[in-house]
């Protein structure tokens, strides 16, 4: 087995967390070595929606300007439908995003494959030693950690100060440092598809809503491509399973109260239908001696919320901060990011339960609770303040949101 050079950081995992990570360090003159098993990214129905607090992260992080080079854009408005709602008075009501964070227009998008390949390159053009096609044989974590890796078939072995696992939700990296991971109930599942042919669909509008059985979101990419999710009951598994699954899956979208849709239901599968169970999921350190977890690595919040790539900026950028500070990288130097990430993720995943429940819960009774939750909250706007976790950030909502008493409110 040959021996490759010593690095301050390995990085397992070169997708957006991993990769981002590499081009910080890089730059700020730390040797990093990054490894990534796949030789071209695939569309892997998330990861192209980034919040207003995330799209800060990636200004304070130096690589927002990379990503609207890219083709990165901005949404501006967000628009609520519903069965009880006259779509006119819905689209009359439409939320600008530009409210959200100063100097950030509103969300951002960005086609996961296109994202992951532009900060993978801007991690070499930094400086990294960026490798693909590679498979991770072993780990070791403690004081001097390593890895193990196979590469065009040749075994080499990589020691680094420190061990970063980026390696999403099966991390190989949490499981060698013996890092427990959490996971509550799913609730509902939830399919992704992307497609093209809608360019009836305004490309700086985002929308969700509920009617029937089924509930949606739509995130336009640009050029009449959207990035489509829809929920249904957790004992309808099937029902978008076999070839005319994306078929039926753009059917669902025909709905009375969203009369816009017309131009999802014309529109053409571009990429895979997938669907998955929501639920969350967490670790109550995401370090270990010698190791350090970021984004889905380190647990996720359910995909209800969209947040997957804002929590991983965040996490970049606190990790990225500690390392830069002090050459203290022990399990002591990350207790703050632990602790930030714990009460983040805790508040994210009230946020998410409780919009679960109003959007991705179907027939009368939930109807009526949508109905009640929008009419008391055009009345009493901190029925809604759960939306601020969501776009401005989980430290900017007051924390008596977080609490069963404000569920009681909202939910009832």
């Known amino acids: 087995m040959d021996q490759v050079k010593a690095y301050d950081l390995v990085i397992v995992g070169g997708g957006i967390g991993g990769s981002a990570l590499a081009t910080v360090m890089a730059r700020a003159g730390r040797s990093v070595l990054l490894l990534e098993q796949s030789e071209a990214y695939q569309d892997r129905v998330r990861g192209e929606w980034i919040a207003p607090w995330g799209v800060a992260e990636t200004q304070t992080l130096g690589l927002y300007d990379l990503l609207r080079e890219a083709g990165g854009h901005h949404l501006a408005r967000h628009v609520t439908f519903d069965e009880h709602k006259d779509p006119a008075a819905a689209e009359a009501e439409a939320l600008p995003l530009g409210i959200f964070r100063p100097g950030v227009p509103g969300p951002l998008c960005l086609g996961h494959p296109k994202h992951c390949q532009t900060l993978f390159d801007a991690a070499g053009a930094a400086g990294a030693d960026t490798r693909r096609g590679v498979r991770v044989v072993s780990l070791k974590t403690g004081e001097a950690p390593s890895v193990v890796f196979e ?48 360019p009836g669909w305004d490309d700086d509008l985002q929308a969700i809503g509920t009617e029937g059985d089924f509930g949606f979101l739509a995130f336009p990419q640009g050029g009449g491509r959207i990035r489509l999710y829809g929920g249904y009951a957790l004992d309808q598994a099937r029902r978008f399973k076999g070839e005319d699954g994306p078929r ?55 995909p209800i919320l969209g947040l997957g790539l804002s929590i991983t900026y965040r996490d970049v950028r606190i990790v990225s901060d500690i390392l830069k500070a002090s050459d203290d990288w022990s399990p002591a130097a990350f207790a703050p990011y632990a602790e930030e990430r714990a009460e983040r993720l805790r508040r994210l995943r009230f946020a998410a339960k409780l919009q679960s429940a109003l959007d991705m819960e179907f027939g009368p009774q939930a109807e009526a609770r949508r109905r009640r939750y929008h009419e008391q909250g055009a009345a009493d706007p901190t029925l809604k303040l759960h939306g601020v976790a969501v776009m401005a950030g989980p430290e900017l909502a007051p924390p008596e949101i977080f609490t069963e008493a404000h569920w009681a409110r909202v939910v009832g």
């Open 248 to 302: 039926r899956f753009l059917d669902a979208f025909a709905m009375r109260c969203a009369p816009v849709n017309r131009h999802i239901v014309e529109g053409r599968p571009a990429g895979p239908l997938l669907s998955y169970v929501n639920a969350d999921a967490w670790t109550d350190e995401p370090f270990a001696p010698g190791v350090v977890l970021v984004g889905d690595a380190a647990g996720w919040n359910d």
């Open 151 to 198: 590469q065009d078939g040749q075994l080499l072995e990589a020691a680094g100060r420190l061990l970063v696992g980026a390696d999403g939700r099966t991390s190989m990296v949490r499981e060698a440092a013996g890092i427990v991971l959490h996971q509550d109930e799913p609730h509902h599942w939830f399919a992704g598809l992307l497609i093209e042919g809608a």
